[in-house]
């Protein structure tokens, strides 16, 4: 059963706002929501994690539902080099790291 | 920089032959990870290691070994026994203590293929 649903892929302008949804409707009280990206051929980046409360930092900011069955990331002022696969995941630590899918996100000029 | 170093970036297997993946990180973390990643498909565990000389099985030990006789370092043996091991190979680390949520960093992984 996959833990997470997300869109297959998404576009973006170089210069706009980038907002990438993912549900995680079966997330339990002990996870976190982190976010990765991949780009191709290379090793998974982390970008952010939170529990319950949004949260910035210099990559992007993550916005949890009330209820944390969603969370959405937000890149500010999407770049080419941010042309990923993006990964939500819920995370308890000390576990095995989970990957769904994905989003591929293509940043066009 | 302090990060994760794997080596090589692509290796290649001839048949009933034993490789080993490096794994270095210079991040000062206990715990590091082997996982593989599979063409469309997402991680899965291979090993893990909270701590020097203990390691763990994962999802999918069968056909690999590892060691952590140091911290900075976790190296990965394919051995002729894992039949598929055609595969993208990823090494992560992560923090440990009594925050358990520290996000697992990962090197730029090592592309296996068999001969």
């Known amino acids: 059963d996959a833990k997470t649903t997300q869109p297959p892929s998404m576009d973006c302008a170089e210069g706009r706002a980038a907002n990438l949804p993912c549900n995680h409707s079966?997330?339990?009280?002990?996870?976190?929501v982190y976010w990765y990206r991949q780009i191709h051929s290379q090793g998974p980046q982390y970008i952010i994690h939170g529990l319950k409360n949004n949260e910035t930092n210099e990559m992007a900011s993550l916005i949890i539902t009330e209820d944390r069955k969603s969370s959405t990331l937000i890149l500010p002022h999407a770049t080419l080099r941010d042309t990923a696969v993006y990964y939500c995941?819920?995370?308890?630590?000390?576990?095995?790291?989970?990957f769904g899918k994905g989003t591929m996100l293509l940043v066009s000029p | 920089d302090g990060g994760i170093t794997q080596s090589p970036k692509y290796l290649f297997r001839k048949e009933g032959q034993n490789v080993t993946l490096s794994c270095e990180q210079n991040?000062?973390?206990?715990?590091m990870y082997w996982y593989r990643q599979d063409p469309g498909q997402g991680l899965r565990l291979i090993y893990y290691?909270?701590?020097?000389?203990?390691?763990q099985k994962g999802d999918i030990a069968e056909g690999y070994s590892v060691s952590r006789e140091k911290k900075e370092s976790f190296p990965l043996t394919v051995t002729s026994a894992q039949k598929n091991p055609t595969a993208f190979y990823l090494c992560?680390?992560?923090?440990?203590?009594?925050?358990?949520?520290?996000?697992?960093?990962f090197g730029d992984g090592t592309r296996l293929s068999i001969l």
């Open positions: 992560a680390s992560s923090m440990t203590g009594t925050d358990a949520h520290q996000p697992q960093h």
């Open positions: 991040l000062n973390h206990d715990a």
């Open positions: 290691s909270q701590i020097v000389n203990d390691f």
């Open positions: 995941t819920p995370y308890e630590g000390y576990s095995t790291l989970t």
């Open positions: 079966t997330i339990s009280g002990n996870e976190y």
